[in-house]
Protein backbone atom coordinates (compact mmCIF):
# COMPACT_ATOMS: atom_id res chain seq x y z
CA UNK A 1 0.00 0.00 0.00
CA UNK A 2 2.56 2.50 0.98
CA UNK A 3 4.18 3.96 -1.59
CA UNK A 4 6.89 7.10 -2.04
CA UNK A 5 8.91 7.99 -5.26
CA UNK A 6 12.62 9.67 -4.67
CA UNK A 7 12.50 11.61 -8.22
CA UNK A 8 15.82 12.79 -8.03
CA UNK A 9 16.57 9.27 -8.24
CA UNK A 10 14.39 7.46 -9.84
CA UNK A 11 14.09 5.36 -7.01
CA UNK A 12 10.34 4.02 -6.04
CA UNK A 13 10.16 2.75 -2.23
CA UNK A 14 7.31 0.37 -1.60
CA UNK A 15 5.89 -0.92 1.94
CA UNK A 16 4.89 -4.36 2.95
CA UNK A 17 1.32 -4.17 4.13
CA UNK A 18 -0.92 -6.69 6.28
CA UNK A 19 -3.64 -7.85 4.09
CA UNK A 20 -5.76 -10.95 4.63
CA UNK A 21 -4.70 -13.88 1.75
CA UNK A 22 -1.42 -12.38 0.95
CA UNK A 23 1.91 -13.00 2.24
CA UNK A 24 5.15 -10.92 2.72
CA UNK A 25 7.94 -10.80 0.19
CA UNK A 26 11.37 -11.63 1.64
CA UNK A 27 11.67 -9.07 3.68
CA UNK A 28 8.58 -9.70 6.12
CA UNK A 29 6.16 -7.59 7.81
CA UNK A 30 8.69 -4.85 8.53
CA UNK A 31 9.82 -4.09 5.29
CA UNK A 32 10.07 -1.36 3.04
CA UNK A 33 11.43 -1.71 -0.36
CA UNK A 34 13.49 0.28 -3.06
CA UNK A 35 12.84 -0.27 -6.68
CA UNK A 36 15.62 1.89 -9.47
CA UNK A 37 13.86 2.37 -12.40
CA UNK A 38 17.03 2.61 -14.02
CA UNK A 39 18.28 -0.64 -13.19
CA UNK A 40 16.66 -4.63 -13.94
CA UNK A 41 17.80 -6.10 -10.54
CA UNK A 42 14.72 -7.10 -8.25
CA UNK A 43 13.30 -4.81 -5.84
CA UNK A 44 16.13 -4.97 -2.33
CA UNK A 45 15.04 -4.01 0.70
CA UNK A 46 15.75 -0.69 1.96
CA UNK A 47 14.82 -1.32 5.60
CA UNK A 48 13.57 -3.61 7.78
CA UNK A 49 11.87 -1.95 10.99
CA UNK A 50 12.03 -5.41 12.94
CA UNK A 51 15.96 -5.39 12.27
CA UNK A 52 17.30 -5.20 15.60
CA UNK A 53 19.29 -1.68 16.80
CA UNK A 54 16.46 0.39 16.29
CA UNK A 55 15.01 2.80 18.70
CA UNK A 56 11.77 1.81 20.74
CA UNK A 57 8.77 2.14 18.73
CA UNK A 58 10.17 1.31 15.81
CA UNK A 59 9.59 -2.20 15.34
CA UNK A 60 6.17 -3.75 13.78
CA UNK A 61 6.46 -7.39 15.49
CA UNK A 62 6.25 -10.65 13.87
CA UNK A 63 3.83 -12.01 11.36
CA UNK A 64 0.95 -13.52 13.29
CA UNK A 65 -0.03 -16.12 10.28
CA UNK A 66 1.15 -19.76 10.88
CA UNK A 67 2.55 -22.38 8.57
CA UNK A 68 -0.16 -23.26 6.25
CA UNK A 69 -2.57 -19.91 6.73
CA UNK A 70 -1.91 -18.99 3.27
CA UNK A 71 -2.68 -21.30 0.18
CA UNK A 72 0.26 -22.86 -1.19
CA UNK A 73 -1.84 -23.29 -4.40
CA UNK A 74 -3.73 -20.71 -6.10
CA UNK A 75 -6.77 -23.72 -6.34
CA UNK A 76 -6.53 -24.41 -2.90
CA UNK A 77 -8.88 -22.29 -0.32
CA UNK A 78 -7.03 -19.58 1.07
CA UNK A 79 -8.38 -19.23 5.18
CA UNK A 80 -5.84 -17.06 6.86
CA UNK A 81 -7.50 -16.63 9.96
CA UNK A 82 -4.60 -14.77 11.78
CA UNK A 83 -5.15 -11.47 9.15
CA UNK A 84 -8.34 -11.00 10.29
CA UNK A 85 -7.56 -9.03 13.47
CA UNK A 86 -3.97 -7.95 12.33
CA UNK A 87 -5.58 -5.64 9.63
CA UNK A 88 -5.14 -1.71 10.21
CA UNK A 89 -3.27 -2.88 13.74
CA UNK A 90 -0.10 -4.02 12.86
CA UNK A 91 2.72 -3.79 10.50
CA UNK A 92 3.43 -0.49 8.16
CA UNK A 93 0.38 1.91 7.27
CA UNK A 94 1.30 5.14 4.66
CA UNK A 95 4.71 6.44 3.60
CA UNK A 96 5.26 9.93 2.13
CA UNK A 97 8.58 11.78 1.00
CA UNK A 98 9.79 14.85 2.58
CA UNK A 99 9.65 17.82 0.07
CA UNK A 100 13.67 17.78 -0.29
CA UNK A 101 13.35 13.60 -1.14
CA UNK A 102 15.80 13.00 2.14
CA UNK A 103 13.80 11.78 4.89
CA UNK A 104 10.61 9.21 4.69
CA UNK A 105 7.97 9.41 6.95
CA UNK A 106 6.09 6.15 7.74
CA UNK A 107 2.85 5.06 9.87
CA UNK A 108 3.92 2.57 12.23
CA UNK A 109 0.61 0.78 13.37
CA UNK A 110 1.90 -1.38 15.33
CA UNK A 111 3.24 1.48 17.64
CA UNK A 112 1.05 3.98 16.52
CA UNK A 113 3.72 6.65 15.79
CA UNK A 114 5.13 8.36 12.78
CA UNK A 115 8.58 7.27 11.87
CA UNK A 116 11.03 10.20 10.57
CA UNK A 117 13.90 7.83 9.08
CA UNK A 118 16.54 10.05 7.15
CA UNK A 119 17.23 8.11 4.01
CA UNK A 120 19.38 10.89 1.65
CA UNK A 121 19.17 10.85 -2.04
CA UNK A 122 20.03 8.29 -3.30
CA UNK A 123 18.37 6.14 -0.42
CA UNK A 124 20.74 4.05 1.79
CA UNK A 125 19.69 2.20 4.72
CA UNK A 126 18.97 3.96 7.65
CA UNK A 127 21.24 3.70 11.04
CA UNK A 128 19.42 4.13 14.25
CA UNK A 129 20.73 7.43 14.35
CA UNK A 130 18.63 7.95 11.41
CA UNK A 131 15.79 7.36 12.80
CA UNK A 132 13.50 9.33 15.11
CA UNK A 133 10.42 8.09 16.56
CA UNK A 134 7.18 10.24 17.25
CA UNK A 135 4.43 8.89 19.00
CA UNK A 136 1.03 10.01 17.91
CA UNK A 137 -1.05 11.71 20.41
CA UNK A 138 -4.39 9.70 21.92
CA UNK A 139 -7.84 11.48 20.96
CA UNK A 140 -10.36 11.05 23.00
CA UNK A 141 -12.36 8.18 21.69
CA UNK A 142 -14.83 7.11 23.08
CA UNK A 143 -14.96 3.38 23.91
CA UNK A 144 -12.26 2.87 20.86
CA UNK A 145 -8.65 3.35 19.72
CA UNK A 146 -7.35 6.09 17.71
CA UNK A 147 -5.92 3.59 14.64
CA UNK A 148 -3.87 5.60 12.11
CA UNK A 149 -2.79 4.94 8.54
CA UNK A 150 -2.70 7.95 6.12
CA UNK A 151 0.18 10.56 6.14
CA UNK A 152 0.99 13.36 3.55
CA UNK A 153 3.82 16.06 2.81
CA UNK A 154 2.44 18.97 2.26
CA UNK A 155 3.59 22.88 2.07
CA UNK A 156 6.73 22.01 4.95
CA UNK A 157 4.37 19.94 7.21
CA UNK A 158 3.58 16.34 7.90
CA UNK A 159 -0.45 15.29 7.70
CA UNK A 160 -1.07 12.30 9.78
CA UNK A 161 -4.95 10.88 9.68
CA UNK A 162 -6.45 7.92 11.56
CA UNK A 163 -10.22 6.84 12.92
CA UNK A 164 -11.00 6.26 15.96
CA UNK A 165 -12.66 2.35 15.68
CA UNK A 166 -15.31 2.03 18.32
CA UNK A 167 -13.79 -1.55 18.98
CA UNK A 168 -13.39 -1.73 22.67
CA UNK A 169 -16.94 -2.83 23.84
CA UNK A 170 -18.13 -4.13 20.93
CA UNK A 171 -19.47 -8.20 21.44
CA UNK A 172 -21.59 -9.25 18.36
CA UNK A 173 -24.16 -7.31 19.88
CA UNK A 174 -24.45 -3.41 20.63
CA UNK A 175 -23.18 -1.10 17.67
CA UNK A 176 -22.87 2.61 18.50
CA UNK A 177 -21.58 4.05 15.33
CA UNK A 178 -21.28 7.38 17.02
CA UNK A 179 -17.82 5.89 18.36
CA UNK A 180 -16.52 6.36 15.35
CA UNK A 181 -14.65 9.59 13.81
CA UNK A 182 -11.80 10.33 12.28
CA UNK A 183 -8.85 12.82 12.89
CA UNK A 184 -6.22 14.86 10.96
CA UNK A 185 -3.09 16.00 12.64
CA UNK A 186 -0.33 18.73 11.56
CA UNK A 187 3.42 17.94 12.43
CA UNK A 188 6.04 20.20 11.84
CA UNK A 189 9.16 18.94 11.12
CA UNK A 190 10.92 21.76 12.31
CA UNK A 191 9.36 21.26 15.76
CA UNK A 192 10.39 19.25 19.15
CA UNK A 193 9.88 15.70 18.52
CA UNK A 194 6.03 14.52 18.86
CA UNK A 195 4.89 17.98 17.91
CA UNK A 196 1.02 17.11 16.61
CA UNK A 197 -1.78 19.89 16.44
CA UNK A 198 -5.32 18.90 15.51
CA UNK A 199 -6.43 20.48 12.16
CA UNK A 200 -9.71 18.20 11.74
CA UNK A 201 -11.96 15.62 12.85
CA UNK A 202 -15.48 14.52 11.90
CA UNK A 203 -17.44 11.53 12.37
CA UNK A 204 -18.28 8.70 10.56
CA UNK A 205 -22.05 7.97 11.50
CA UNK A 206 -23.30 9.58 8.33
CA UNK A 207 -25.57 7.84 5.48
CA UNK A 208 -23.46 6.22 3.49
CA UNK A 209 -26.29 4.21 0.80
CA UNK A 210 -25.64 0.46 -0.31
CA UNK A 211 -22.93 -1.86 -0.08
CA UNK A 212 -24.79 -3.60 -2.11
CA UNK A 213 -27.60 -3.49 -4.45
CA UNK A 214 -27.51 -7.25 -5.03
CA UNK A 215 -30.88 -9.27 -3.74
CA UNK A 216 -33.47 -6.93 -4.63
CA UNK A 217 -34.78 -5.75 -1.36
CA UNK A 218 -32.54 -7.37 0.95
CA UNK A 219 -30.05 -5.12 0.25
CA UNK A 220 -26.74 -4.44 2.56
CA UNK A 221 -26.07 -0.66 4.04
CA UNK A 222 -22.81 0.96 3.71
CA UNK A 223 -22.27 2.28 6.79
CA UNK A 224 -19.61 2.42 9.09
CA UNK A 225 -19.50 -0.09 12.00
CA UNK A 226 -17.25 -0.34 15.02
CA UNK A 227 -14.22 -2.75 14.21
CA UNK A 228 -14.26 -6.42 15.29
CA UNK A 229 -11.97 -8.63 16.56
CA UNK A 230 -13.45 -12.06 15.36
CA UNK A 231 -14.84 -13.26 12.13
CA UNK A 232 -18.01 -14.49 14.33
CA UNK A 233 -19.03 -10.66 15.30
CA UNK A 234 -20.54 -10.22 12.03
CA UNK A 235 -23.51 -12.66 12.15
CA UNK A 236 -24.71 -15.41 9.85
CA UNK A 237 -24.39 -14.42 5.89
CA UNK A 238 -27.29 -12.45 4.12
CA UNK A 239 -29.19 -14.89 1.96
CA UNK A 240 -30.13 -13.18 -1.31
CA UNK A 241 -33.28 -14.35 -2.95
CA UNK A 242 -32.57 -16.90 -6.38
CA UNK A 243 -29.21 -17.63 -5.11
CA UNK A 244 -29.69 -20.88 -3.26
CA UNK A 245 -27.23 -22.05 -0.30
CA UNK A 246 -25.16 -18.91 -1.38
CA UNK A 247 -25.15 -15.29 0.59
CA UNK A 248 -22.82 -12.49 1.30
CA UNK A 249 -21.47 -11.29 4.31
CA UNK A 250 -21.03 -7.22 4.54
CA UNK A 251 -19.56 -5.86 7.55
CA UNK A 252 -17.73 -2.19 6.53
CA UNK A 253 -15.61 -0.84 9.29
CA UNK A 254 -13.60 2.88 8.60
CA UNK A 255 -10.24 3.50 7.93
CA UNK A 256 -8.67 6.98 6.78
CA UNK A 257 -5.95 5.49 4.52
CA UNK A 258 -5.20 8.88 2.71
CA UNK A 259 -5.33 12.51 2.73
CA UNK A 260 -4.74 15.00 -0.26
CA UNK A 261 -4.82 18.36 -1.00
CA UNK A 262 -6.06 20.67 -4.07
Not at 39 to 51: I, K, M, S
Request: hydrophobic share 40%; aromatic share 8%; charged share 20%.
Amino acid sequence: WGLAYQRSSRTLMAAAVVKRHVGFGTGGIGAIYRIDRDRVAAPAVLVDLNASGYPSGVAVGPDPRSPGDLAINEADPSRDPAAFDAVGKIGIGGIALSEDEETLWVVNLTSRALLEIRIGVPPVTPTAADITVHPLPTPACSDGVFRPWAVKMYAGQVYVGGVCSGELPYAGKNIDTTDLTASIYRHDPDGPTGNFTEVFSFPLDYPRGRASNAGGGNRASAAWLPWINEWSDIGPPMVLPGQGPYGQTIYPQPMLTSIDFD
